[in-house]
């Protein structure tokens, strides 16, 4: 007899060899990341990754400004690699935060929606960490095991130091590409070099208000 293969057939191989497995491949890792993100901030965030917008969640309206629109960046780490599960071998956690130009197609593609020629192309980034160093119990799925450092990029309260801005701008000139500044989990807490700690939050922390405040706005 021959099969028919719909889409919910496609739906569940995928979440099967995508999303089954307690530690995911960094390849997929970051939409898992931005959906678990969105989840959590609520009807009100809506995932922009696949319009092609230079950053991946954002609150608001499309084409007002930063505060009307919040737009967030996501980025991800994780000690435990599905790919050293049996050494116990831990990766590095460094999130590179990047400043540069705005993609050539963006305006071609979304008239109306305001993006800055160049910079963080976000108002905020939410750096997620998997903490987790134990083969047996290290799952990437489990929202509880990881942690969230939520940066400020503008407004008064932001996590990137002028002189940091400086140079970055100063290193896209120079060779026309982005240039990236790094942050760290044990180093954010402590807030060197003139930047502002920054302590991780819980899954259940996380809501839009949350993110006002960080960015300086009231609720």
Same mark, same amino acid.
């Given at each position: 007899?021959?099969?028919?293969?719909?889409?919910?057939?496609?739906?569940?191989?995928? #979440?099967?060899?995508?999303?089954?497995?307690?530690?995911?491949?960094?390849?997929?890792?970051?939409?898992?990341?931005?959906?678990?993100?969105? %989840?959590?901030?609520?009807?009100?965030?809506?995932?922009?990754?696949f319009?092609? #917008?230079?950053?991946?969640? =954002?609150?608001?309206?499309?084409?007002?400004?930063?505060?009307?629109?919040?737009?967030? =960046?996501?980025?991800?780490?994780?000690?435990? =690699?599905?790919?050293?599960?049996?050494?116990?071998? @831990?990766?590095?956690?460094?999130?590179? @935060?990047?400043?540069r130009?705005?993609?050539?197609?963006?305006?071609?593609?979304n008239?109306? $929606? /305001?993006?800055?020629? %160049?910079?963080?192309?976000?108002?905020? #980034? $939410?750096?997620?960490?998997?903490?987790?160093?134990?083969?047996?119990?290290?799952?990437?799925?489990?929202?509880?095991?990881?942690?969230?450092?939520v @940066?400020?990029?503008?407004? /008064?309260?932001?996590? $990137?130091?002028?002189?940091?801005?400086?140079?970055?701008?100063?290193?896209t000139?120079?060779?026309?590409?982005?240039?990236?500044?790094?942050?760290? /989990?044990?180093?954010?807490?402590?807030?060197?070099?003139?930047?502002?700690?920054?302590?991780?939050?819980?899954?259940?922390?996380?809501?839009i208000?949350?993110?006002? =405040?960080?960015?300086?706005l009231? #609720?």
């Amino acid at each position: 007899m021959e099969r028919t293969l719909s889409v919910e057939d496609v739906k569940n191989r995928f #979440y099967r060899e995508a999303f089954a497995q307690p530690l995911m491949d960094n390849t997929i890792r970051g939409l898992w990341c931005e959906f678990m993100l969105a %989840e959590a901030l609520g009807s009100e965030c809506r995932p922009t990754g696949f319009a092609w #917008y230079p950053w991946d969640l =954002q609150i608001g309206n499309s084409r007002r400004g930063f505060p009307d629109r919040i737009r967030i =960046q996501v980025k991800n780490r994780a000690r435990m =690699q599905s790919w050293n599960m049996k050494s116990g071998q @831990l990766s590095d956690s460094s999130f590179n @935060l990047t400043w540069r130009r705005r993609p050539f197609y963006f305006t071609r593609d979304n008239p109306g $929606v /305001p993006c800055e020629d %160049e910079g963080f192309l976000c108002d905020l #980034y $939410v750096l997620c960490h998997h903490r987790g160093e134990d083969p047996a119990t290290a799952d990437h799925r489990e929202p509880p095991q990881w942690d969230f450092y939520v @940066l400020p990029v503008c407004g /008064p309260h932001s996590a $990137v130091t002028e002189s940091e801005i400086a140079w970055l701008q100063q290193k896209t000139r120079d060779t026309g590409r982005g240039a990236s500044t790094q942050r760290r /989990p044990a180093t954010m807490t402590k807030g060197i070099r003139g930047r502002p700690p920054i302590m991780p939050l819980g899954i259940d922390e996380l809501s839009i208000d949350a993110l006002r =405040q960080s960015l300086g706005l009231e #609720y």
